[in-house]
């Protein structure tokens, strides 16, 4: 069995729709130029209001592991 090393990076996602979409959101476009993302975890959790007291948007910031290759 080998032993593996990770980097950990932070990333914010956001999105209209809800957290998960936000978190899918900056996954998937991490995933883009990153290999090897194994694991995330939620650091932040921020929204914006609009003027009517509704959800305008969700920020999320989050921890994003990924395997060193070699």
Do not use: C, P
Request: proline share 0%.
């Amino acid at each position: 069995m080998s032993d593996h090393v990770y980097k950990k990076i932070e990333l914010t996602g956001s999105s209209t729709q809800s957290i998960e979409d936000a978190v899918q959101q900056a996954l998937n476009k991490a995933s883009k130029t990153l290999h090897n993302l194994r694991w995330f975890e939620l650091a932040e959790t921020r929204g914006e209001i609009d003027d009517k007291g509704q959800i305008k948007h969700w920020q999320v910031s989050l921890k994003v592991g990924f395997r060193i290759d070699g």
